[in-house]
């Protein structure tokens, strides 16, 4: 018997799973405050669902199951489609989901086969004002999270497509496009010699003169204004509803399938790739039954505590206890729960000691889950109704009244 856990998936831990609910906890609060409602779908789609439109590499990392009928969902973007063109919702339509997605690629680092994204998308709103707000909510949660400094990636699929078209490979440019999506990870002079392969070298010279495109982000956007004037024009305007600085990219890319307009990416580190990343996908919901304008962008969690983790940008923690209450003697232990109780209802997390164990062995057992505090009861205590709490930090120790061992484990 195999007693791992399968490549690509690993098992989190207590230490794991507190930061990621600290991480989860953020996100969440902040889609609230913006307006979106929650949503959950199924872990598993029918296949006919997940390959509707999500390109030929996407499909090789479907996780295929029960005969070849069903799958584990690659993304949230494609379920939420579904649940949108077969309901009825109030337009626009502002929801989030925050769950795990599978896909069948290799294991590197920030990147697993089981792995959990924050998704927020805007269903039913054609203005670039909703691609301008998700791409501001993912800032916001980014800043909460400790992070100062971020690079917004901005491009328009419709200026690749033109592009394409121009140059004369629209009948190649879903290869093309998906050769262009790896830039970061094969580097430019292999994606050239790919390309190369696909559509020769002179449209790929005159392709990579327009992807290094310098400048500032007006002169980019009119050095393509004529190829694609519509294009220029929903990035002038998510570029105006945007209060932070925003980088427009022609190699963006974004590999999926179903993107028809702007695409985007937040980058946090140059060694992780981005951490976050969407776009708009007007032609993806009638697919599913009714069609809608739609945008979206997902969050990824893993690579976003890595860096938490590596830059220390929150303190890991061994527990969500704040103090444990430690019995001297066994038949004081009833007192110790009604002690507990007490402490509980003012919002304070409790734990007593369940192994009838000595008072130094239930220190002890503070000490290995970076329990902060411990209140000593035993009968000097009941009797005078005076608590000794011991700071398990500092080692220092005092005398409080029941009033005054609330506020310093609520100021905490």
């Known amino acids: 018997m195999k007693m791992q856990t399968p490549k690509g998936m690993r098992d989190l831990l207590p230490e794991d799973m507190i930061i990621r ?41 479907i996780f295929v199951i029960e005969g070849n009928e069903l799958g584990l969902r690659f993304d949230l973007t494609v379920p939420f489609a579904r649940v949108v ?20 690629e290799e294991p590197q680092r920030g990147r697993y086969r089981e792995f959990w994204q924050a998704e927020i ?28 400094k971020q690079t917004v990636v901005l491009n328009n699929r419709t200026i690749l497509d033109a592009l394409a078209e121009e140059l004369g490979f629209a009948d190649k440019k879903a290869e093309v496009f998906r050769l262009l999506d790896k830039l970061d990870k094969l580097g430019e002079n292999e994606v050239k010699k790919q390309i190369k392969g ?7 010279k005159e392709l990579f003169e327009l992807l290094k495109t310098k400048g500032t982000n007006e002169e980019k ?25 925003v980088e427009v990219d022609f190699a963006l890319v974004r590999g999926l399938g179903y993107y028809t307009g702007p695409v985007f990416e937040v980058k946090l580190s140059d060694n992780l790739g981005s951490v976050a990343g969407g776009g708009r996908y007007d032609n993806l919901l009638s697919l599913y039954g009714q069609g809608d304008y739609a945008t979206g962008i997902g969050i990824g969690i893993e690579r976003l505590i ?21 019995t001297v003697k ?33 220190f002890d057992y503070a000490n290995a889950l970076s329990i902060p505090y411990v209140v000593v009861l035993g009968e000097k205590e009941i009797k005078e109704k005076l608590y000794t709490l011991k700071n398990m930090q500092t080692g220092k120790e005092d005398k409080l009244t029941f009033q005054d061992v609330i506020k310093v484990l609520v100021v905490r």
Not at 29 to 53: D, I, V
């Open 21 to 61: 609910n600290y991480v989860n906890n953020i996100i969440e609060s902040t889609f609230k405050s913006y307006g979106y409602l929650p949503l959950e779908t199924p872990a598993m789609e029918y296949l006919t669902t997940l390959r509707a439109k999500a390109g030929a590499e996407v499909d090789k990392q």
């Open 198 to 204: 696909v559509i020769g070298e002179k449209p790929v």
């Open 306 to 326: 890595v860096l938490i983790k590596e830059l220390k940008k929150a303190n890991p923690e061994k527990t969500y206890t704040n103090v444990l209450v430690a």
């Open 121 to 148: 998308d805007v269903f039913g709103s054609r203005s670039m004002r909703s691609d301008a707000e998700i791409i501001s909510v993912t800032i916001e949660v980014i800043k909460k999270l400790g992070f100062e």
């Open 85 to 104: 063109a077969t309901n009825t919702f109030p337009k626009p339509f502002k929801a989030y989901c925050i769950g795990s997605v599978w896909r069948k």
């Open 221 to 245: 956007l009119k050095s393509v204004e004529q190829l694609a004037p519509d294009a220029v024009k929903e990035l002038r305007q998510i570029i105006q509803f945007c209060n932070f600085p």
């Open 330 to 362: 066994p038949e004081f232990y009833n007192n110790t729960l009604e002690f507990a109780a007490k402490l509980r209802e003012e919002g304070i997390n409790v734990e007593v000691d369940l192994n009838e164990r000595n008072l130094r062995k239930q």
